[in-house]
């Protein structure tokens, strides 16, 4: 059964409200995570920190907006007479009038836009952090190796020895 154009249309507006609340809430993760780069290049563990709390506690916010999105589909999806799966922009474009079409399209595509630039700045994200841990892994392998390859150490005399038993720090005097 399929519900009166102005229900639906009532419905779209919320959903745009809501689609404009993504679209910053994108623009915004954006620019964490290049603060995020930056911070890691800086090695400003104390900003991190920071930037890291407010990255949770806006992601625990945002999840209001996305039942809202999910509670709007559902209602759409009633109202066009569909499953909630095939509640989607491009079908919302085809079925509304073109007054409505015009409000959807410039969002869907700056959505798919910044969706886009997202995953980039994801994978550029996750490899920076990726090279990080490997060479932490290769400096601490370094280190923790010289013990067991033997470490070459002075006695009292000046005398060198290697021992293949020693730690990586030797406490003889």
Known sequence: MKAAPTEIEDKVDELLV???????????????????????????DVALGRLLESIQAK????????????SIRK??????????????????????????????TPRKTELGSLIKELKKE???????LSECARFNRLLL???????????LTYNSNGATSRGAD?????LKF
Not at 141 to 151: E, P, V
């Open 18 to 44: 809501v689609l404009d609340r993504d679209i910053r809430h994108i623009q915004e993760r954006l620019s964490q995570l290049n603060e995020l780069r930056s911070l890691v290049i800086k090695r400003d």
């Open 59 to 70: 992601s625990q916010s945002y999840s209001e907006n996305e039942s809202k999105r999910r």
């Open 75 to 104: 209602e759409l999806a009633t109202a066009l007479g569909c499953t909630f799966e095939r509640v989607t922009l491009s079908r919302l474009e085809a079925e509304l009038p073109e007054e409505k079409k015009a409000q959807i």
């Open 122 to 128: 994801h994978l550029s994200t996750m490899l920076l």
């Open 141 to 151: 392998n370094s280190i923790f190796d010289l013990g067991r390859t033997g470490m």
């Open 166 to 170: 020693t730690a990586f720090v030797s």
